[in-house]
């Protein structure tokens, strides 16, 4: 099992920056790919951002192209979100998911761990 506590979310401005981080813990040895979700209130789970182990790779939803950036320090196990140029509309809880090998990693199915999330509100 894998446990995943996300932290950085809170409340900022229009315009603003905020940095969320999840730590991993348990066994962190089957982690493979890593990711970041988003739910806004009466929505769906929509992918946000997704790197693979080795952080060679990453990729984005469009929506975040350009202001969002996902990294990771795998000896920390810990993965970054740093989200710039906030909008009122990425308002939502974050959510830090694990995918315990390699694959396509754009939707929840493709997640095997999750976290408690963080919520993140950006006022106008």
């Known amino acids: 099992q894998v446990q995943l506590v996300e932290s950085g979310g809170g409340l900022v401005q229009a315009g603003g920056s905020l940095r969320l981080s999840c730590d991993a813990s348990g066994r962190t040895v089957i982690i493979g790919s890593m990711g970041w979700f988003r739910q806004a209130p009466g929505k769906e789970r929509e992918f946000v951002a997704a790197?693979?182990?080795?952080?060679?790779?990453?990729d984005y939803a469009d929506f975040v192209k350009g202001r969002f950036t996902i990294s990771r320090d795998n000896a920390k196990s810990t993965v970054y979100l740093q989200m710039n140029s906030l909008q009122p509309e990425d308002t939502a809880v974050y959510y830090c998911?694990?995918?315990?090998?390699?694959?396509?990693?754009?939707?929840?199915?493709?997640?095997?761990?999750w976290g408690q999330g963080t919520q993140v509100t950006v006022s106008s």
């Open positions: 998911a694990v995918r315990r090998y390699t694959g396509t990693y754009f939707t929840v199915a493709d997640y095997h761990y």
């Open positions: 790197i693979t182990w080795s952080g060679i790779r990453t």
